[in-house]
């Protein structure tokens, strides 16, 4: 059974305070900018992400255990979009998506929403003895293609970054090289954590993976925290 005073649910406690703290502080400066918007809401689906993970390792009802670990899931997708989203725009829009594109993305994010709460995503959910005392099954054809969604969206983003790093200077170009960088750790271990390895039924580690994509976002939260003509672009 699930326990709530545990060194993971502490660690998490701390990653969803300071998410909390940065989304509201970048609230609070506006969010008409589209840097300002979607890195609040990436903070905001991290925060959810850490929420659930928590809930799902303190209850002990399996059906709330289930239902709080497809959340997880959901707030995945959250997670990935608003990156995408935010690399799209930071520090300045160097491209369009075009519409089918952006059909396409839309189209899945909402299909994998949807099935995340069905058993075409989590067949059960059964106890375990180790923490966080549960294992769920996957579907893995839908958790396979849920992957790949989350993977190609990944890629994308840090070609973004990637491409307008190659034709920057000077402290933008400082700023993008050490974003690319805190994205790509946060992704490849965040990704390991709580899509790979769960992918294998190891929920041991997956409270690991919020620590490093909070490691991401501090550096993203740095890089925006310029004066607002800076960051509006």
């Given at each position: 059974?699930?326990?709530?005073?545990?060194?993971?649910?502490?660690?998490?406690?701390?990653?969803?305070?300071?998410?909390?703290?940065?989304?509201?502080?970048?609230?609070?400066?506006?969010?008409?900018?589209?840097?300002?918007?979607?890195?609040?809401?990436?903070?905001?689906?991290?925060?959810?992400?850490?929420?659930?993970?928590?809930?799902?390792?303190?209850?002990?009802?399996?059906?709330?255990?289930?239902?709080?670990?497809?959340?997880?899931?959901?707030?995945?997708?959250?997670?990935?979009?608003?990156?995408?989203?935010?690399t799209l725009h930071?520090?300045?829009?160097?491209?369009?998506?075009?519409?089918?594109?952006?059909?396409?993305?839309?189209?899945?994010?909402?299909?994998?929403?949807?099935?995340?709460?069905?058993?075409?995503?989590?067949?059960?959910?059964?106890?375990?003895?180790?923490?966080?005392?549960?294992?769920?099954?996957?579907?893995?054809?839908?958790?396979?293609?849920?992957?790949?969604?989350?993977?190609?969206?990944?890629?994308?983003?840090?070609?973004?970054?990637?491409a307008k790093y190659?034709?920057?200077?000077?402290?933008?170009?400082?700023?993008?090289?050490?974003?690319?960088?805190?994205?790509?750790?946060?992704?490849?271990?965040?990704?390991?954590?709580?899509?790979?390895?769960?992918?294998?039924?190891?929920?041991?580690?997956?409270?690991?993976?919020?620590?490093?994509?909070?490691?991401?976002?501090?550096?993203?939260?740095?890089?925006?925290?310029?004066?607002?003509?800076?960051?509006?672009?």
């Open positions: 059974m699930g326990q709530f005073f545990t060194i993971q649910n502490l660690v998490l406690f701390i990653v969803a305070l300071v998410n909390l703290g940065m989304s509201i502080f970048v609230v609070k400066r506006g969010t008409k900018s589209k840097i300002n918007l979607y890195f609040a809401l990436l903070t905001f689906f991290n925060l959810t992400w850490v929420i659930g993970l928590m809930m799902a390792n303190s209850i002990n009802g399996l059906n709330w255990i289930d239902f709080y670990d497809r959340s997880t899931n959901l707030s995945g997708v959250g997670i990935i979009i608003s990156l995408f989203y935010f930071f520090p300045y829009q160097r491209e369009r998506i075009g519409n089918v594109k952006t059909k396409i993305i839309w189209s899945l994010a909402i299909l994998l929403s949807i099935l995340i709460y069905t058993k075409w995503f989590i067949v059960s959910t059964v106890w375990s003895d180790k923490f966080p005392y549960y294992i769920a099954y996957y579907y893995k054809p839908v958790f396979i293609v849920y992957a790949i969604y989350f993977f190609v969206l990944a890629i994308w983003s840090i070609y973004f970054l990637i190659k034709k920057s200077e000077g402290l933008i170009k400082q700023q993008l090289k050490w974003l690319i960088i805190a994205i790509i750790i946060g992704l490849i271990f965040g990704a390991y954590f709580n899509i790979i390895v769960s992918y294998f039924g190891n929920f041991n580690p997956g409270w690991l993976g919020p620590v490093f994509t909070l490691f991401m976002n501090i550096v993203v939260f740095r890089a925006i925290r310029s004066p607002k003509e800076k960051i509006n672009g």
